[in-house]
């Protein structure tokens, strides 16, 4: 394990207090989220051109084990289309080993872990995020422990099982998988994808990924589904990062996209505020944002707001027609990541996105993953 840059800390945002690297954590006092101090970035000539995975943007990470786990996740497609009359393109982060964008966060947050010497994790997701977790747990020979709500997909827990995790059901809601979670914490180490910040680096790669996808420029507007929020504030950190090595000459606006049905986030954002609306949360077929009380809301407030981007919130049905549209182009994606196209609609029809700007929506996971919902979605029995 070698440093790549100056004493690089565990930062938490909301009182600047820093924490040195050497001594794994996930939270800071308090159960504070936190993140990193900001990175320099890097420009082209950094990129390792000679790997083929997100693992060529190493250089950028706070510092590099000797043995990273990968199974080849990153460099995803962008392919150019035409939605709803404008030219876009669509970064395509379901082809990832195991199916979503997460696999960018857990390939290095574990790697990362991993160097610093923990050799059991505890994680809790509802499906994608414990998928990851599960798989790279496997292939670095690290034990992984994923609790998940008793309600959660048959389909998305056997994958888990299937890499050899133990799979706990919580019963009740996602949030109380969550608090049982930390409770648990006390005796393994917590290696959650909405709290550690070794994951947000995983998912800045993306950032990373699309400047080199565009010929080394930023894209004008991102739009990405959001639940906690990891995409959203991955894609502010490694954007920035590339400003601040003056790699690109602007950040991209991005643009985070909620159910109507369970959106804290882009409540908070409409209404103008800083801290949590009330808003009801009811279920929603985009069950990879339905999270109730995200613990990053400042952080990712922040981000739509310094970006100049914004929120969108979308109906059930709103959200199926946005599945089924890119589903009839060839493009089968599970409800959540859909939600992007059905949000680029709303904001060319209000003019806050043009057709003559460069519009990337990230769609984050495979529809094989919600084969059964959308199965019930078109009456069909399986």
């Known amino acids: 394990m070698t440093p790549d840059h100056p004493d690089p800390r565990y930062l938490d945002p909301r009182t600047g207090d820093t ?35 997100l693992w060529r943007y190493r250089a950028a990470l706070p510092f590099v084990p000797d043995d990273p786990i990968t199974l080849g996740e990153g460099c995803t497609p962008l392919l150019p289309r035409v939605l709803h009359g404008a030219p876009v393109h669509l970064k395509c982060e379901w082809q990832m080993p195991t199916g979503s964008f997460k696999d960018r966060g857990a390939s290095v947050m574990l790697s990362l872990l991993r160097a610093q010497g923990v050799a059991a994790v505890l994680e809790d997701s509802s499906g994608n995020g414990g998928a990851a977790v599960s798989a790279y747990a496997a ?6 422990t994923i609790m998940a709500p008793a309600s959660t997909s048959p389909a998305k827990t056997v994958q888990m099982r299937a890499h050899g995790a133990t799979v706990e059901l919580i019963p009740g809601t996602r949030q109380d998988t969550a608090d049982a979670a930390v409770a648990r914490a006390e005796s393994v180490f917590y290696a959650s994808h ?38 959203v504030l991955g894609c502010e950190i490694g954007f920035a990062e590339l400003l601040r090595a003056g790699a690109i000459e602007h950040m991209p606006r991005i643009f985070a996209v909620q159910p109507a049905h369970c959106g804290p ?26 999270i109730a009380q995200p613990i990053r809301l400042s952080e990712v407030l922040g981000t739509l707001r310094e970006t100049r981007g914004g929120a969108v919130m979308l109906t059930e049905a709103e959200i199926e027609a946005a599945l089924f549209g890119l589903a009839r182009i060839g493009v089968y994606v599970e409800p959540t990541a859909a939600q ?9 029809e209000t003019g806050v996105v043009r057709p003559d700007q460069t519009t990337v929506l990230v769609l984050t ?18």
């Open 19 to 53: 924490f040195p690297l050497d001594e794994p954590r996930w939270c800071g006092p308090g159960q504070a989220p936190l993140l990193l101090t900001p990175l320099p970035g890097i420009g082209r000539e950094q990129i390792d051109g000679t790997t083929r995975s």
């Open 139 to 144: 292939a670095g020979g690290m034990a992984a």
């Open 194 to 231: 909405n709290w550690h910040p070794f994951f947000l680096q995983g998912t800045k790669t993306l950032a990373y990924e699309l400047w080199e996808d565009l010929g080394f420029r930023a894209p004008d507007n991102v739009i990405v589904p959001c639940g906690a929020g990891s995409n």
């Open 265 to 290: 986030i882009a409540a908070a954002f409409l209404a103008g505020s800083e801290d949590p609306v009330d808003t009801p949360i009811q279920p929603t077929i985009a069950e990879g944002t339905a």
């Open 340 to 348: 992007p196209a059905g949000a680029l609609a709303k904001l060319l």
């Open 365 to 382: 996971g495979s529809g094989l993953k919600a084969t059964p919902r959308i199965a019930e979605l078109m009456g069909l029995a399986l």
